[in-house]
C-alpha cells in the first residue's frame, strides 16, 4: 500500500499474520493479498522470497542470510544485554516455549527482519496485542514493551 507521499507501507495486522505462521498454517484465500503486500515490501528493501511454504510438509521456510539461519538467540540475546540470573531464566523459560512450538527459526527471522528494518531505517511499531508478553521478542526489538519489566506473562503470548 501507498501513503499520501507515496511510500510504500504494510499494515502491522498484516505482517503479524503472517509472521506468526506457525507449522500447521498454511496461506489462505484471504491472506494472499496481505503476502504479496508483504512479500513486495520485503523485495523494495532487498529481502527477495521472505519465507516459502512447502505443501508437501507445510513447512515454513525461512529465506534468509546463513549467518542469521545458524544464529544461537540464547547468545545473540546475551551478547547484546547484561542480563541477572532471574532475567537469563525468564529468556531461558521462553526460547523453551518457542522450541516446543518449532519457532526458532521465526526469531532467527524477526532477528534478520529487525535488522534490515532498521539499517534501511524504516519506522515500525511500539507493539501491540499479546507479543508484548514475550521478553525475548522485547530483547529482539521486536516491540519495546518490557515485559519482564510489568510482570507480563509469556503465556498470554503462546496461548
Known sequence: MLDNKGNMYVEEDDI???MLLNKQAKILPRNVQSFKVFESTCKS?????????DSSTEDITWNMPEDY???????????NYML???????????LDEFKQRNLT?????????????????????????SSIASYVLYLLK????????????IKEFLK
Not at 69 to 79: A, F, P, T, V
Not at 142 to 149: A, E, P, T
Open 84 to 94: 541477572n540470573n532471574i532475567q537469563l531464566a525468564r529468556v531461558d523459560l521462553e
Open 45 to 53: 528493501y532487498g529481502i527477495n522470497n521472505p519465507f516459502e511454504l
Open 105 to 129: 527459526d521465526l526469531l532467527r527471522f524477526l532477528v534478520y527482519f529487525i535488522d534490515t528494518v532498521r539499517t534501511n531505517n524504516i519506522v515500525y511499531g511500539v507493539g501491540r496485542g
Open 142 to 153: 521486536v516491540h519495546r514493551i518490557d515485559s519482564f519489566k510489568y510482570n507480563l506473562d
Open 16 to 18: 503479524i499474520e503472517l
Open 69 to 79: 539461519r545458524r544464529l544461537d538467540i540464547k547468545k545473540h540475546i546475551e551478547s
